[in-house]
């Protein structure tokens, strides 16, 4: 058992909340620092299931990657689904903690995880948020190279392989091979030109609306919609080890388990 402060201080080692961006809500959402945590659920959505999940296996900590509580909250409704989901948790005594945008940019976080799965080296820097007062640069997203040109088909197949999905999409910009790719895991469609300017052959990232393709078309830029789901799902494992890890070093006694039953909420029929 540990003091569910010792899980944020690890949280915060992993994902340090000053990285956030303003408008996100990261940390401790529901419970209290002084509870007692025995096992922890890590998962990419508070979702009803993953509630379940959690009352089932006796987890009594969720660390999720999208905030559970975003805007302000002006009513909880018990018989609408937010509601019912604060009900439950709180009924059973379950913390839930968030790492999101702080999550993205870390080092070892969701975009570094992604450029592992798909087979990126030599990472830098994509979108660069601000630097550090060690003069190491902050970014959103990775730009990273494959360690061979290759057709970009060949390259979206190798991504949909190493991914939770069973398909990309693809958005083929003409005859470029790719080798240098940049990626933002979630929803990183507002980085197209941001991808074009920094000279990347592709861009992975996920929710990827028709004239934004038309737009990278535009710049000859390939792009890899893995999905939100798929591009983001690899860091629950990741994080799991981590805290694993980290709350090992801080000699606590609790499991911590990875989410493994969720599913992206698309289907291609
Ligand atoms: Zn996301």
Not at 99 to 116: K, P
Request: hydrophobic share 45%; glycine share 8%; charged share 25%.
């Amino acid at each position: 058992m540990v003091k569910c402060q010792v899980v944020m201080d690890a949280l915060e080692r992993i994902a340090p909340k000053r990285l956030a961006e303003d408008w996100d809500n990261p940390g401790l959402l529901v419970g209290a620092l002084n509870q007692d945590i025995h096992k922890i659920l890590v998962c990419l959505d508070v979702s009803d299931e993953v509630v379940e999940q959690a009352v089932a296996s006796g987890a009594d900590m969720i660390v999720a990657h999208h905030p559970l509580i975003f805007k302000g909250i002006r009513k909880v409704r018990t018989d609408l689904p937010l509601g019912r989901r604060l009900q439950q948790l709180l009924k059973h005594d379950i913390a839930v903690a968030a790492a999101h945008t702080n999550l993205d940019i870390a080092e070892g976080g969701v975009n570094d995880v992604l450029a592992q799965a798909i087979g990126l080296t030599k990472l830098s820097a994509f979108v660069i948020e601000h630097q550090e007062e060690d003069g190491s640069v902050v970014s959103m997203g990775r730009v990273g190279s494959l360690p061979a040109p290759m057709t970009v088909q060949d390259f979206a197949a190798q991504v949909r392989d190493a991914l939770p999905t069973e398909h990309v999409r693809l958005v083929d910009a003409g005859q470029r091979p790719v080798r240098k790719v940049a990626i933002c895991s979630g929803s990183g469609a507002e980085f197209i030109q941001r991808a074009a300017f920094v000279g990347a052959d592709v861009y992975v990232t996920g929710d990827v609306k028709y004239h934004e393709a038309q737009q990278a078309v535009e710049l000859g830029l390939h792009i890899i919609d893995a999905g939100h789901f798929g591009t983001e799902f690899p860091v629950v494992t990741a994080l799991c080890e981590r805290l694993t890890a980290e709350l090992e070093l801080a000699k606590g006694t609790v499991e911590v388990i990875a989410d493994q039953s969720s599913r992206d909420f698309f289907q291609v029929v």
